[in-house]
T-cell receptor, first 117, second 113 residues
Framework: AQKITQTQPGMFVQEKEAVTLDCTYDTSDQSYGLFWYKQPSSGEMIFLIY??????QNATEGRYSLNFQKARKSANLVISASQLGDSAMYFC??????????????FGRGTQLTVWP | DTAVSQTPKYLVTQMGNDKSIKCEQNLGHDTMYWYKQDSKKFLKIMFSYNNKELIINETVPNRFSPKSPDKAHLNLHINSLELGDSAVYFC????????????FGPGTRLLVL
């Protein structure tokens, strides 16, 4: 079974609008971490935001927020006030907390976001 | 100041050759990783090292051999390159094993002809 599922291969949003990128995860661990990374066309992987499984508040970093719904096992990324520079591939990832998997990030297949003027 | 750096950025080589990719981090982190991103952009871990000790060794052909001379460096050597090895290879580091955020290098684009 896939650990991370991103069901939107591509998303389009108009500049200055908000957009939500979906991510669901699968784990039986109690302790885990959820991440979003951005990969622009230049290819680097940029860390955006992190949510721990025990964090009660949704994580926020500037225009990025993570909508964490533990019971539904979802960790959607919300980008407010989209900018042209937000056009990129976005990856959701999970780190499980135990044993030999410790430290390993499992990635989803990514969502290609295009922001249009 | 580059946090995680990789050399080379691009690598074009013939099948059967041996090549190395170098990674260095100046963040003072204990743990380093190698990930492979295939042509469909799927990222998968290959190896991780913690304080120069191999921690994760995914199901990777033994033609791939990581080496960590010190905590700040993790190199990847690939023997007898095959067409299927063409991919982007990312190095990453985190403060310690299991620490939340992994910071990635710029990637090395390997093309095997």
């Amino acid at each position: 079974a896939q650990k991370i599922t991103q069901t939107q291969p591509g998303m389009f949003v108009q500049e200055k609008e908000a957009v939500t990128l979906d991510c669901t995860y699968d784990t039986s661990d109690q302790s885990y971490g959820l991440f979003w990374y951005k990969q622009p066309s230049s290819g680097e992987m940029i860390f955006l935001i992190y949510q721990g499984s025990y964090d009660e508040q949704n994580a926020t970093e500037g225009r990025y927020s993570l909508n964490f719904q533990k019971a539904r096992k979802s960790a959607n990324l919300v980008i407010s006030a989209s900018q042209l520079g937000d056009s990129a591939m976005y990856f959701c990832a999970m780190r499980e907390g135990r044993g030999s998997t410790l430290g390993r990030l499992y990635f989803g297949r990514g969502t290609q976001l295009t922001v249009w003027p | 100041d580059t946090a995680v750096s990789q050399t080379p950025k691009y690598l074009v080589t013939q099948m059967g050759n041996d090549k190395s990719i170098k990674c260095e981090q100046n963040l003072g982190h204990d743990t380093m990783y190698w990930y492979k991103q295939d042509s469909k952009k799927f990222l998968k871990i290959m190896f991780s090292y913690n304080n120069k000790e191999l921690i994760i060794n995914e199901t990777v052909p033994n033609r791939f051999s990581p080496k960590s001379p010190d905590k700040a460096h993790l190199n990847l050597h690939i023997n007898s390159l095959e067409l299927g090895d063409s991919a982007v290879y990312f190095c990453a580091s985190s403060q310690f094993l299991g620490q939340e955020t992994q910071y990635f290098g710029p990637g090395t684009r390997l093309l095997v002809l």
